[in-house]
């Protein structure tokens, strides 16, 4: 299973009306509540299981800039002005250290990928740069390796993804905010086609507003409604380390392995090549949707056929809500990892980095990633029903922009002049003509 993260026990009392109810306890959802309970609107945070039991405790821990999507780029920055003073603003240890992160290059084409990624993110005036040689060994200690040179943004950072969604929702909570566990939304009520109630296990809430930031469910939550959002899952696994001296400060990417050091002295590691897609009904239904991004990127995949088939046909029927939902009998997605891809990467590394050879490995988990078809999340209102905003598809850079995101999405609820241009991240996107696709980025 995936990182400890420590029970946030659940309010004693479903409220009877609020003004918002955010569907999601991950990061996002949590900071979408916080800021909405910082301006005074009366908010209940609704999650099926534990606060950032999903992806948001299962992700690398990555802050960052470097190798974003160019569209992402005013939503990142402001996420990490925020990530800088987060330690700060909760009252508690988010794990945020600002340390830089390096993606090494082996191949002169990788090279000039990287640079013109850098051009891009110049225009917003991001600190990043080429680095090679002395500098680049600089950022590598304790590697034999020797890359032909590295993109490296010195203004990245890493934190602790056990410990930083349950400060922002604690953060919430003493702003007012009502964070309930263990409580699944099973729907919604409108009255007039517009957004009236949610229907939890354990009741109704009057609201006028609903933040779907569901995650990996929210395809599932919007089918509900006739809703139609292209999203499918990527399987990502991840493992640590036993603490390590004289390991890199800045995290790293390469094609064989990624690394972000912990503040427990360990080590996150990962392989970002190295994903699997289960082919499950949506993967039919959406394969048109999602063919550009899947040409792009078929070697970094690995398809495979197994029981989530099966599973997401049984989920996939629309229930009452006086019924037990799908979200209540999977209370936490906790899918096994890919151990012999995680194995096959640790030994790149060690032979990589020998100061990692008297490393142990302590834990490993995956987690199911919220995909798009151009890579970039949904956050918007959705025409078809009034009152509704969703803040999803993250596609596995989320933890780190999550704090603008949940910004973002708390500026839609309100009406206020939003922090970024939303524009990128409509959600009628999808249907409106748009060339959807990836642009660039990891």
Aim: aromatic fraction near 8%.
């Amino acid at each position: 299973m995936g990182l400890f993260v420590e029970p946030l026990p659940s309010e004693n009392r479903l409220p009877s009306k609020v003004d918002v109810v955010v569907v999601g306890g991950g990061i996002v959802g949590a900071s979408a509540a916080l800021f909405l309970a910082k301006r005074g609107v009366k908010v209940a945070l609704c999650e099926k299981g534990n606060i950032a039991g999903e992806q948001s405790s299962r992700n690398w821990g990555w802050v960052r800039q470097g190798q974003r999507d160019p569209r992402e780029f005013p939503l990142m920055i402001e996420s990490l002005r925020l990530w800088e003073r987060m330690n700060e603003d909760l009252e508690s240890e988010s794990g945020f250290r600002r340390a830089g992160i390096l993606f090494a290059s082996d191949s002169d084409e990788n090279i000039a990928q990287n640079e013109a990624w850098l051009y891009e993110a110049r225009q917003h005036q991001i600190d990043a740069r080429m680095v090679s040689g002395s500098e680049l060994q600089r950022l590598t200690p304790g590697a034999d390796k020797r890359w032909k040179a590295g993109l490296f943004c010195a203004t990245d950072g890493r934190a602790e993804p056990h410990l930083a969604t349950t400060a922002i929702a604690l953060a919430a909570r003493r702003s007012g905010a009502s964070v309930l566990t263990n409580c699944a939304v099973r729907g919604l009520e409108l009255s007039a086609g517009s957004v009236s109630a949610v229907i939890t296990e354990h009741g109704r809430i009057c609201c006028s507003t609903v933040v779907v930031a569901a995650g990996a469910w929210s395809r599932r939550f919007l089918k509900d409604l006739d809703i139609t959002l292209p999203q499918l899952k990527v399987l990502g696994s991840v493992m640590r380390t036993s603490p390590v001296e004289g390991g890199p400060e800045a995290a790293l990417w390469s094609t064989e392995f990624a690394l972000r050091k912990r503040i427990d002295g360990g080590y996150t590691i990962a392989n970002g090549h190295a994903s699997v897609v289960s082919i499950v009904p949506d993967s039919f239904r959406f394969f048109a949707n999602f063919w550009p991004a899947l040409r792009s990127d078929f070697k970094n995949l690995r398809l495979r056929v197994d029981d989530r088939f099966i599973k997401e046909c049984s989920e996939s029927h629309h229930t009452p809500p006086d019924r037990i939902s799908p979200y209540e009998r999977t209370r936490v997605l906790d899918p096994a990892p890919d151990k012999a891809s995680l194995r096959r990467t640790f030994e790149r590394l060690k032979k990589a980095f020998p100061v990692f050879a008297s490393a142990t490995v302590v834990q490993q988990w995956a987690g199911l990633i919220d995909v798009t078809p151009d890579a970039i999340p949904v956050i918007s209102q959705v025409d078809a029903v009034p009152g509704l905003i969703v803040a999803t598809g993250f596609s596995g850079h989320g933890f780190g922009i999550a704090p603008g995101a949940g910004r973002l999405a708390a500026d839609l609820v309100r009406g206020t002049p939003p922090v970024v241009d939303p524009t990128d991240f409509r959600f009628s996107r999808f249907t409106d003509g748009t060339r959807v696709r990836p642009l660039t980025g990891v």
